[in-house]
């Protein structure tokens, strides 16, 4: 009876142990997928569209403004009148500087008689030569006064022309620094003046941001208010010392393109950011320490199991890692659940995995 359980038991034992041995589970992972890097971001800044060439101008005489005739944002062509002054001192230099000519051609009319009569004289040989030599230098004189006269004309009728503000060239009026019935000065800040066909962006930096500026920094230019016009920028100007007060250094950017969008004054959002050698980035959970080597697990699509590899780290924070090899762009990563994961083990991908 003994011998019968016996052999009984050992069949029992080869009839298990001929039956396949049960599948390992399919797991579900987490994955991304490896990109790579090609750009450093240095940060973010805001700014606005300028005009390259802005002039500030004023009246070539001093004199009370009597009419402004444009608003800020007007857009105005050559030659067109933005101010004028009251004319009336003008007016009177003018008329004084007239009757000063008329009074000098008077007199050169007489030093001419007086010349030739003195002339006269002298040929018939009853005229003293003093009193010859006297009437031709009091002609001289008198012509020089009316040459000096005629110059006073002149000035007096140029003063009175710059009583009327216009401008040499197209342009948009920015602002406005003195108002009707104002007193100003020759030469005091009147009106701000942008050439409208050349605009650059206009961003601060922080000044220790610009010591580090690489040379070959690119911007990314976004309009704020439509994130879809973009342009991109080079260094054109930066300003040799900081502002006291925000430690920043005025930088203009010199666009490689204007797209319509950019009008002046728009607000913009500037991307400062470098080229570096390529590097692949990935989460810190993706990556598995084992016997003091760094590997992570690659995703086969084509049979859907995983297998581990290698890697060498470059840098590391808390969140993200950054490897020098061991892995190429566009491969998929197990990016959580690394530990539980076997070489060959089938895994199902997670739809809601980031792409």
């Known amino acids: 009876m003994k011998r019968l359980l016996l052999l009984s038991a050992a ?3 080869v009839a298990c142990s ?6 390992e589970p399919v797991r579900p992972v987490l994955s991304v997928e490896v990109k790579a890097l090609n750009q450093e971001d240095l940060g973010r800044f805001a700014g606005s569209i300028q005009a390259r060439y802005e002039s500030n101008v004023g009246f ?3 004199g009370r403004i009597a009419s402004r005739n444009v608003d800020v944002g007007a857009e105005v062509q050559k030659g067109a009148l933005l101010a004028t002054l009251d004319p009336t001192d003008q007016q009177n230099q003018l008329r004084s500087a007239q009757g000063d000519l008329a009074r000098v051609q008077a007199q050169l009319i007489n030093a001419q008689a007086n010349a030739r009569r003195q002339q006269e004289l002298f040929n018939r040989g009853v005229g003293a030569q003093a009193q010859l030599d006297i009437a031709q230098t009091d002609l001289k004189t008198t012509q020089a006064s009316l040459d000096q006269a005629r110059a006073a004309v002149d000035q007096a009728k140029d003063q009175l022309n710059y009583v009327e503000l216009r401008t040499d060239h197209k342009a948009i009026v920015t602002a406005w620094n003195a108002e009707a019935g104002q007193v100003v000065t020759a030469g005091q800040q009147v009106v701000t003046l942008a050439q409208p066909d050349i605009k650059e962006a206009v961003i601060d930096l922080p000044d220790t941001l610009v010591d580090q500026l690489p040379a070959d920094v690119v911007f ?5 208010l439509d994130p879809s016009i973009t342009s991109t920028a080079v260094v054109r100007e930066i300003e040799p010392q900081a502002q006291s007060a925000t430690r920043t250094r005025r930088t203009r950017l010199s666009l490689t393109d204007t797209p319509p969008g950019f009008r002046l004054g728009t607000a913009i959002s500037v991307t400062l950011s470098s080229a570096i050698k390529p590097r692949l980035e990935l989460p810190v959970s993706a990556l598995q320490e084992v016997d003091g080597k760094l590997r992570i697990w690659v995703v086969d699509p084509q049979t859907q199991t995983v297998a581990p590899r290698e890697v060498s780290l470059i840098s590391r924070t808390d969140a993200t890692v950054v490897l020098a090899n061991g892995v190429k762009s566009g491969e998929r990563v197990v990016s959580a659940g690394v530990n539980s994961l076997k070489p060959g083990q089938k ?3 997670d739809e809601g995995s980031p792409q």
């Open 11 to 13: 069949a029992l034992l």
């Open 18 to 23: 001929n039956e396949e041995a049960p599948p």
């Open 60 to 62: 070539r005489v001093p």
């Open 220 to 224: 990314q230019v976004a309009s704020q």
């Open 347 to 349: 895994v199902k991908i």
